[in-house]
């Protein structure tokens, strides 16, 4: 069976009124993805609304029924929503209850009396790449900045010495790493496991923390301008502070929880999604214990189990009350709810794209061309983010794109997750001016334009070359196994 018969098989049976020839189908997908910038980049529209646009115009194009278009809608959104918003939720429900304990604090003191005065830069990346699994990239660099200002004053250097290497593995674990939006979407879209992602994604995210501090090292030889207004917070900084407080309802201070408590609560749910899914695999389908395994190892449950425990150890246990806790959690809500309407704009698009035959059009289009899906998934991903700067919109349409060749490929379910990192990858390069975590991280470290350029475009770029390599690289190897 084709790829195009195997894929129209999977598909629901709402679809064009008039079969459209498939070097017109290619047109208006490359029409629309041309559309989808234009409104982005010039028009500065949402990418929710630019998404949904879009996806309305290439189902009037490709002549689906008027009365279908908006069922199309809601089956893109149900689809993609039931997969992950669950998980996108609890994990900024768990972020949130570690940044306000003040536990980036007591990771960054522990860290640093571990390794040495010496160390402290080594010791700061080691606690960016904990922080980042459970907390977005932009408030994870929020939350650290205070410290990465104490410590350049403390040691008179340029805070882009610490900031640089923090920042940049921050990223990689925010694309990558589930519960993130980016990842958590793209692997709705293509059907993969997340168990699997993080298991892909994890060990490849710490040898990339080692190459982020190399490169960053080597870029910190040279000296960079410092901006007055970031030169002006760090003077302002008491002599030696490090110390982020944080106050209970009555406005006293309460301790930082300890070190190994935090690390304790990003370790639980990934420790359990892994223990879930390597022994789901190797126990037999049907079995109780094979379900036992599902069900431990079901992202949600992982992060609700880390979310129940963040709340006795640091609202209930440290005296927060009801008032501080419920607003520690409806404070976490608002962040994402942008981010769960670019995923859901992501469902729509891809939706639309399957049911026109765009979908199957393109699968039948690479398979003429014989590239490796892996690499134009990366390549596509790459594209897309230098053209509209956001990381989530970048997978979420390369997901939609080629959720088609995917789903009617013949993937293993190993090799559908390293697609799925493949693409994160890909949204991690080229972070430039359309990106907001371009300006954040300058304006936060005291950039330049230009030094941004330099630095955090280069890095970026590299780290994103780099995670690809590994990724194909397993890739490789698992199907010289499987040969």
Known sequence: MSVLARFAAATDAIGPAVELSTPLLLIIAALGIALLLLLIIKFRI?????????????????????????????????STMTKVAL???LGAILGRLIELSGGVQSLADHFTDLLGPKRVAIALTIVAFLVAIPVFFEVGVIV???????????????????????VGIMLTVHVVMPPHPGIVAGAGIFGADIGLVTLVALPICIVLGFLCYWIASIMNRREYALSPSVAAQIAELGQGSTVITTTDKNGNV???PRAG???????????????????????????????????????????????????????????????????????????????????????IFGQVLQSSGIGGALAEALDGLGVPLILLGFVVSLVLRAAQGSATVAIVTTGGLLSAAVLGGDFSALQIALITVAVGFGSLGLSHVTDAGFWV???????????????????????????????????????????
């Open 46 to 78: 949402h990418a929710f609304i630019a998404l949904l646009v879009v996806s309305i115009v290439v189902a009037i194009a490709t002549r689906i029924p008027l009365g279908d278009i908006f069922t199309l809608v809601g089956q893109g959104v149900g």
């Open 87 to 89: 998980i996108i939720a």
């Open 144 to 166: 650290l900045v205070p410290i990465i200002y104490a410590f350049s004053k403390v040691n008179g250097f340029h805070p882009i010495k610490f900031g640089l290497p923090m």
């Open 254 to 256: 309460m301790a930082p």
């Open 261 to 347: 408590l935090i690390i304790a609560l990003v370790a639980i749910p990934i420790v359990q999604i892994l223990v879930g899914t390597v022994g789901s695999l190797m126990i037999e389908e049907g079995t109780f214990a094979h379900g036992l395994f599902v069900f431990i190892g079901t992202p949600v449950f992982a992060l609700l189990v880390a979310v129940a425990i963040a709340y006795f150890t640091l609202a209930v246990r440290r005296g927060w009350g009801k008032d501080r806790t419920n607003e520690a959690f409806e404070t976490a809500m608002p962040p994402i709810a942008s981010i769960l309407l670019v995923v859901a704009g992501g469902g």
């Open 441 to 483: 991280v300058t304006r936060y470290l005291g950039l330049t334009v230009a030094d941004g350029l330099r630095t955090w475009t280069v890095l970026t770029t590299l780290l994103g070359l780099a995670g690809f390599a590994l990724t194909w690289l397993v890739w490789g190897i698992t199907a010289g196994i499987g040969a």
